[in-house]
């Protein structure tokens, strides 16, 4: 049924993902009335958050945090766990390291020091977390030990997040319009006052007090991926929704919004060689191939190209993408021997996978689909060679069990492959989200060129720049949204509360 479009209203959010129901919740809190406007059919609708898993990272002093956030854990789940701690200063050490100290220091300490209550924030709405005992945790003796500071996740993962935020809203009372696509702001000299939107075919305008935009990056838009993140780019593959084609960025810039951050850097991530041009809801995050720092990559040449082992998953998985796409042929195998293959995550073990299996190295070799199979064979049996056996293998810490001797070192987790059966995963590079966008100050208000804030423009989520820089700490995307989501509401609606 399609929702008929009021005249005016108090607050627009323009997007329909976590960050944008962050934003209408905050705002529906002051009272006001607010619009949502989704540009995707309801059946595609709520953006590259539906396609997550829903791991969010945040700040968490100690199992009590956690069991705060997460009540129905049990005193059985909390006796056979270690969940560590993840401060605020770890926080910022891994955004500040993977960004190379580039983030923009005033947003990151929002980010990071909001976190926390944001999350009891959203528990309160009614979403409901749990521990990401799948994905983020080993047992060892028992015990599951969490690594790499991402331990929340949101029930039933990012469908589970929409569907759940989607139900909040409604009872909030936030109006949600689908097939309705933003396509410029209504601006003057005293700012925002409302959108003009494309909806049912008709271009319609609706009047507001103040606007949020919410409508992701640029990466499903080819022409401006290839214009901003280089020549190669239009070849990647797209891990989430069609829809994020830079729309509200645009809209933006063109009533004198700043752009600011890495507009020529993305999200991207190692992503099955055949999948679709865009994500598939029903396969979600799957075709990410995040096993690799258990084995090696190896390109068309037969070459490896980079240390598959230089740090935890979370903190590389984002930026190999790029390399990856810089190979020939736009692609690389994973290779992986019988001693990891049960480890490998759950991932590699869906019916859509590129996968070549043998019992020899030379048939292994034989079978990589556009690979020079003479010197893939030479690679390995010179990486073999090169692992440093004597020290031990340990999945949950950086155990230095390196290689020697080799130009592409791999510095962890170096493991031979050289107990039969063999498999090989021909992955490409899937672009997440895009890092450049719209410079807003710490209340979520966005700035125009001469650096003062545009009255009654707002923003949040993945089209705001100036936070990720080259790479990313995983599970920060959706507390991104949320933080500044509901700070954008809460500031949005403020104001419309208070003005006539
Ligand atoms: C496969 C995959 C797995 C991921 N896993 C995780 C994870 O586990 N944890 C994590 O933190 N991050 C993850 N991410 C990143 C995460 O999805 C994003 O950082 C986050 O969802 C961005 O939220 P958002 O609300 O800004 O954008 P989105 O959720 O993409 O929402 C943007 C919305 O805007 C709408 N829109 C676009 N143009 C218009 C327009 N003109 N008018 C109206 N609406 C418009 C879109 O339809 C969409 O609903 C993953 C991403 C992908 C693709």
Request: hydrophobic share 40%.
């Amino acid at each position: 049924m399609t929702t008929a479009l009021p005249p005016s209203t108090d607050i627009i959010v323009v997007g329909g993902g976590n960050a944008a129901f962050c934003a209408a919740l905050a705002a529906a809190e002051q009272g006001v009335s607010v619009l949502l406007l989704e540009r995707a059919p309801e059946e595609e609708a709520g953006g590259n958050s539906r396609f997550t898993a829903g791991a969010f990272r945040c700040v968490y002093n100690g199992v009590e945090d956690l069991r705060a956030l997460m009540p129905d854990l049990t005193d059985e789940e909390v006796a056979k766990s270690d969940f560590g701690t993840y401060t605020e200063e770890k926080f910022f050490d891994d955004m500040g390291r993977v960004t190379e100290y580039r983030t923009d220091p005033d947003l990151c300490e929002v980010l990071i020091k909001n976190s926390k209550a944001t999350m009891l924030w959203m528990r309160d709405k009614g979403v409901r977390f749990m521990p990401i005992w799948g994905r983020q945790a080993y047992k060892i003796g028992g015990m599951f030990k969490f690594w790499g500071g991402l331990t929340v996740e949101a029930v039933g993962g990012g469908p589970g997040l929409v569907e759940a935020l989607t139900k909040i809203a409604r009872k909030n009372k936030v109006t949600i319009a689908y097939g309705a696509r933003a396509i410029g702001l209504i601006a003057d000299d005293d700012g925002v006052k409302g959108v003009r939107v494309k909806h049912d075919g008709r271009t319609v305008e609706v009047k507001a007090k103040g606007v949020i935009l919410a409508a992701g990056g640029f990466q499903a838009n080819t022409e401006m991926r290839t214009r901003y993140l280089g020549p190669g780019w239009e070849l990647a593959k797209i891990r989430g929704t069609r829809f994020n084609t830079g729309d509200a960025i645009n809209m933006a810039l063109e009533i004198g919004a700043m752009p600011t951050g890495n507009w020529s850097g993305g999200h991207a991530v190692a992503w099955d060689r055949n999948a679709p041009e865009f994500g598939d809801l029903t396969v979600g995050d799957n075709f990410q191939k995040h096993s690799y720092p258990w084995g090696i990559m190896i390109n068309a040449n037969g070459e490896r190209f980079l240390d598959e082992g230089s740090d935890f998953r979370n903190y590389t998985y984002a930026k190999n993408g790029r390399v990856i796409l810089m190979q020939p042929k736009q692609f690389c195998y994973q290779v992986f021997d019988n001693k990891i293959i049960p480890m490998l995550r759950d991932e590699y073990r869906i019916k859509r996978v590129t996968k070549v299996r043998a019992n020899t190295l030379e048939d292994l070799c034989a079978k990589l689909e556009d690979v020079n199979a003479e010197k893939a064979l030479a690679t390995i049996k010179e990486y073999n060679k090169a692992v440093m056996t004597e020290v031990p293998f340990d999945p949950n810490v950086k155990d230095g069990r390196g290689t020697r001797g080799l130009a592409i070192p791999k510095s962890n987790w170096a493991n031979t492959i050289d107990q039969p059966p063999f498999e090989a995963y021909a992955v490409t590079c899937g672009l997440t989200f895009t890092f450049g966008g719209l410079k807003i100050d710490t209340s979520a208000r966005v700035m125009d060129t001469e650096g003062a804030a545009i009255p009654g423009l707002y923003a949040t989520g993945e089209l705001v720049g100036g936070i990720f820089y080259f790479n990313y700490p995983g599970g920060t995307g959706l507390m991104n949204g949320a933080v500044f989501g509901r700070i954008a509401g809460n500031s949005a609606g403020e104001l419309a509360a208070q003005s006539p």
